[in-house]
Structure formats: C-alpha cells, structure tokens
C-alpha cells in the first residue's frame, strides 16, 4: 500500500526518516532491556553462565550495546539504505591523521580518567564492573569486551546517525544530531560525565570527519573509560 507522505519524500529525506527512526528504537531498547539493572532483576538466575554476577552483569551491558547499537543499525542500514559499513566511517580513512589523533589525544583521555576517578560522583558508579580489579587477567578480559561496547557506541552515534545524516542535514546539523543523542542517552549519570559527553561527541564527531574514519574517537573513548576503570580497581 502507498503511503502519500512517504512517497512524497526525496531519497536523502527517506534516509534521514529511516536513520533516526531506528536509532530511537535501538537506543530506548538498550537503556531498558540492555542495562546492567535489567540482567540482575530479570537474568541473572537464568544466563549466570558461572560468572560473578558483578561481571556478568556489567559484560551482558557491553554485549547489548554492542548488538543493538551497532550490529543491528549495520544490518538494516545495509539492506534498507543499501550502504556499506565504509560510508559509515568503519575503515582506516586518512591513516596518517587517524593515527596522529589518536597518539596525541589517547594520552590526555587516560590523564582524564586519572582526574575522573578522583571524583566521589564517578566513584560511585564506577567501575562498571567491580569484579574487573579481583585480578589483572580478570581486568584484561574486562578491557577486552569493553571494547565491544565502545566499537557499537561509536558506530551508532559517530557513524550511523552522523554519517548517515550528513547527506540531508548537512555536516554540522549532523553532527549536532548525534551530539544531542549521545548525549541524552547519559542522563542518569553523574553530572561531570553527562556534560562531558557533549565535548566529547563535538571532537570525535569532527575526529570522523577529518579521519574519515571512527577509529581515533573509538581509540580515544575507550582509553577514557578503561582508564577510569583501572584507576578505580588498581588505586
């Protein structure tokens, strides 16, 4: 059946409608189904898979994220605006600056997460998993899927929504889409970290453009959180 309003629209009109649709969905999906709160009210008795809770709980977290956030705008973003994951940004882009960005800037995101951690406000709600500091392979293997979350946020929010808006927003308005939402999706968090996120979604927004690329901004997040993570665990 046709839908007049549909029709209507132009293609990059369609691609915006369908990109920022989905992103909601996803988005609201994970804070609600995909969080660590959910697992210990709903799973932990039933997907324990003889873990520490604590563990399994903030890992089921990063794996959601990873799933919902990104394999899944990947794949509909694929087959319902027929784009590839390079126009999203996932390749090496201009290596000379990815790699220039990330060696100058990842030192001053594991500084902030040294300054963060001395924060009794991120103290509370850190380290996401507390069981992480029971040992340094069990840190490693922390670290390890935490990257799995830092790669799905930033494809979601760096890559699908402002790469795959620039066409009919244009670049700025583009990157201020994901700035808001990437943003958004942290209220609940302390205060420091919330209006930190609207710096850190301007620079690794303009990182991917400049780069071509989300690798440098993945790089320089995760170094942050991590970071923050084993200051906590290891102090």
């Not at 302390?190 to 780069?211: F, H, S």
Request: glycine content about 10%; proline content about 3%; some cysteine.
């Amino acid at each position: 059946m046709r839908v007049p309003f549909w029709s209507a629209l132009e293609e990059r009109q369609k691609t915006a409608a369908v990109t920022l649709f989905l992103s909601t969905v996803v988005m609201i999906t994970w804070r609600y189904f995909g969080s660590a709160e959910f697992y210990r009210e709903h799973l932990a008795d039933r997907l324990a898979l003889g873990l520490d809770p604590r563990a399994a709980a903030a890992w089921y977290r990063f794996v959601t994220g990873f799933a919902l956030l990104g394999l899944m705008p990947a794949l509909i973003g694929g087959h319902l605006l027929g784009r590839g994951l390079a126009s999203y940004g996932v390749r090496l882009g201009i290596l000379v600056r990815t790699v220039r960005s990330a060696a100058l800037l990842a030192p001053i995101f594991i500084f902030l997460g040294w300054i963060s951690s001395h924060d009794p406000s991120m103290a509370r709600c850190f380290p996401t998993n507390p069981a992480a500091g029971s040992s340094l392979a069990m840190f490693a293997l922390h670290a390890a899927i935490y990257l799995l979350h830092y790669a799905g946020w930033e494809f979601h929010f760096r890559g699908f929504l402002q790469m795959g808006l620039r066409d009919s927003l244009g670049d700025g308005n583009a990157l201020l889409v994901q700035v808001m939402a990437s943003t958004l999706v942290h209220i609940g968090s302390p205060a420091i970290e919330t209006y930190g996120a609207i710096a850190g979604g301007i620079l690794w927004g303009i990182l991917a453009y400049r780069t071509q690329s989300l690798l440098s901004g993945m790089v320089q997040h995760a170094c942050l959180g991590i970071a923050l993570d084993a200051f906590l665990c290891f102090r």
